[in-house]
């Protein structure tokens, strides 16, 4: 019996380190294969581009040569996936993105898009999208997209040039109590309410917002706005938003 025991143990010991020995070999023998393949090709997924075209795969995949990041030629083990993925991200346009490799060689970028909420253009010049989350992005670059227009003689609270998370930029800046930053909140969660409201949605075709000094209110009040509505010949008088 006390033989018995002694056997097994020995058995015991000898399957555990073949199986160590097993583990890692493969690990030394993946980690040679990945020394030995190089990335063949750089392949760019978007994958809501269908309802959304803000962003081209060509457009992401020249920005990644531009910058120097192309890894075509490297050696698996030497790519930074990481550099890639957060040069992605820092794109306004792109919401999330994740890259990868497979072993055939193909490094993979695979993102989403921001959805635009409203688009706005000002008299002054000011051509820019707005989202849900209070993101600004560019309209240039992209195939023009059906959304809400609001046009105007109004001030904007950032910068011209400015693109990314106004929330984050307000809060840095400390412009959370401009009453150009409040107005804008306003008209976003304005346009999100009749978007989402089915006898509405769809039916305002442009916003007219006029600066509180244009209109019969005092200088420096909040901008009336005017509604648009895609069929008839007849507008809406809404006033302030408040």
Same mark, same amino acid.
């Given at each position: ?12 010991? &000898? ?5 160590? !020995?097993?583990? %890692?070999? $493969?690990? +030394? #023998? ?24 803000? &962003? ?5 995949? !020249?920005?990644? %040569?531009? $910058?120097? +990041? #192309? ?39 695979? #993102? ?131």
């Amino acid at each position: 019996e006390r033989r018995r025991r002694v056997w097994q143990i020995i058995g015991t010991t &000898l399957v555990w380190m073949a199986g160590g !020995a097993f583990f %890692v070999g $493969a690990a +030394l #023998l993946r980690q040679s294969n990945e020394q030995a393949r190089t990335v063949e090709r750089l392949k760019v997924e978007i994958i809501d581009s269908a309802t959304h075209r803000l &962003l081209s795969a060509d457009q992401v995949r !020249a920005d990644i %040569v531009a $910058a120097g +990041l #192309l890894p075509t030629g490297q050696s698996l083990d030497s790519v930074s996936l990481t550099a890639i993925n957060d040069f992605v991200k820092s794109n306004c346009l792109v919401r999330k993105a994740q890259t990868f490799v497979d072993y055939e060689g193909t490094l993979t970028v695979r #993102l989403t898009q921001r959805h635009p909420l409203l688009r706005i253009i000002t008299d002054s010049g000011t051509d820019v999208y707005i989202t849900a989350g209070a993101h600004v992005l560019p309209t240039q670059g992209g195939e023009p997209l059906n959304l809400p227009l609001v046009t105007g003689d109004f001030s904007l609270p950032f910068p011209r040039g400015f693109y990314g998370d106004l929330r984050a930029w307000a809060k840095e800046e400390k412009k959370n109590s401009d009453k150009n930053y409040i107005f804008l909140l306003k008209l976003i969660n304005f346009v999100r309410l009749t978007e989402s409201r089915p006898e509405v949605g769809g039916n305002i075709v442009q916003i007219v917002a006029t600066q509180g000094a244009d209109s019969a209110h005092t200088k420096g009040a909040e901008p009336t706005v005017e509604l648009i509505p895609r069929r008839g010949n007849y507008s809406v008088q809404l006033g302030p938003l408040e």
